[in-house]
């Protein structure tokens, strides 16, 4: 243990990138740098700016490695993109050659071993070389994989596990709405979901976190996919415009994975640009001895996204080195001594 805080730099000042820095800015956390793309007209601004706060004296830069040589955040929170593809192994791999950990919201992160397993074993190999940590965590930590796991803790057969949520499109930035394909028309939508390029959703991968995390031994997984259509124009903040009627408001992945030992694992998540008095929820049920419910209304799921990452510090710089999934962590909980006395910088291996 040192006696300062942790030190962390944001990679990706974006909506979550941005909502980061102000719940890190509440906690007493030292941000030390932010880093974007070049030509992004953030560069030369302040993050503390950016972010609403008072300005914090950490320009927003382009220049990733030189950022990091001269800032040495012990931590990176990256908010950019969800999938492990190559511009995304590149991002991490600068912050693991920087010596820093990697806490990172992209979805395939929670678990990408299924999915991008070549890039994610040669991560876990450079992170380990590094001696730092990369995981990824977020709302799905808690919601769809930690609770969830408690909740099945209880009991004393399993038969199936079945998850159903909703989350607001509206919530984060422009980025998660391109990939909701709010806007696309039908004809749009089928065509995409025809085609070969469908990514693993994030249910399927949240499924994956959750069968490693109570130990069953992942089989076959499917998925099922329903356009969310506008019954009417709705505004979507997220891309500043109205969504005509008959276009779409996102869209629900119904994600089963089905395990050897016979337990099937079920996650519907509806992610929609909301209209009035909509709210969202997730709901838990495991069936079995005995059958388990946990419902959580109104959750406020930017907030449990951005925090969760931020519980997460102490975890990931204590953690052995390597790539890191959440079922490999300490239980998500409150860290109290956040931007206090908290565990130093990883050396270097
Ligand atoms: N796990 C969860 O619960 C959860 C929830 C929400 C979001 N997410 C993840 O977080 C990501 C960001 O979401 P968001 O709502 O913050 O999106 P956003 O507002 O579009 O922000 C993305 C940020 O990344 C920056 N950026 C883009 N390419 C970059 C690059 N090559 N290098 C450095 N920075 C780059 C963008 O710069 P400019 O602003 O200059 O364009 C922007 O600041 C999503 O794609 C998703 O993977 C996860």
Request: hydrophobic share 40%; charged share 20%; with cysteine.
């Amino acid at each position: 243990m040192t006696d300062s805080a942790t030190r962390v730099a944001i990679y990706g000042p974006g909506a979550m990138g941005l909502h980061i820095t102000r719940l890190l800015y509440e906690r007493g956390v030292p941000i030390v740098a932010a880093i974007t793309r070049p030509g992004s007209d953030k560069v030369g601004k302040d993050l503390g700016t950016l972010a609403g706060l008072p300005p914090l004296g950490v320009p927003v830069r382009c220049d990733a490695e030189e950022t990091l040589a001269e800032t040495a955040p012990d931590a990176v929170a990256v908010a950019v993109d969800t999938y492990l593809n190559q511009a995304m192994y590149d991002i991490y791999a600068t912050i693991v050659r920087a010596g820093a950990n990697v806490l990172t919201l992209a979805e395939e992160m929670l678990y990408p071993f299924p999915t991008s397993g070549a890039r994610a074993r040669r991560l876990d190999e450079l992170a380990k070389r590094h001696g730092v940590t990369v995981t990824g965590t977020g709302h799905q930590d808690g919601y769809w994989v930690g609770l969830v796991s408690v909740l099945a803790g209880s009991a004393q057969t399993l038969h199936t596990v079945e998850g159903e949520l909703s989350w607001n499109v509206d919530d984060f930035g422009p980025a998660v709405a391109r990939q909701q394909h709010v806007d696309s028309t039908v004809a749009e939508f089928g065509e995409w979901l025809a085609g070969a390029a469908r990514k693993p959703t994030f249910g399927r991968t949240a499924l994956h976190a959750l069968a490693a995390a109570i130990g069953l031994t992942p089989g076959r997984p499917e998925t099922r996919t329903t356009p969310f259509v506008a019954a009417r124009t709705i505004p979507c903040a997220a891309l500043g415009k109205d969504i005509a009627q008959g276009r779409l408001l996102g869209y629900t992945d119904t994600d089963i994975l089905h395990t050897e030992e016979g337990v099937d694992l079920v996650i519907s998540s509806t992610g929609k640009v909301y209209e009035a008095g909509e709210a969202d929820f997730n709901e838990w049920r495991a069936t079995g001895r005995p059958t388990l419910r946990l419902r959580n209304d109104r959750v406020m799921t930017r907030d449990t996204t951005c925090t969760t990452l931020i519980n997460r510090i102490p975890d990931v710089v204590r953690a052995e080195p390597g790539l890191v999934t959440v079922d490999r962590l300490p239980q998500l909980r409150y860290q109290a001594s956040l931007g206090k006395a908290s565990p130093g910088r990883a050396s270097a291996g």
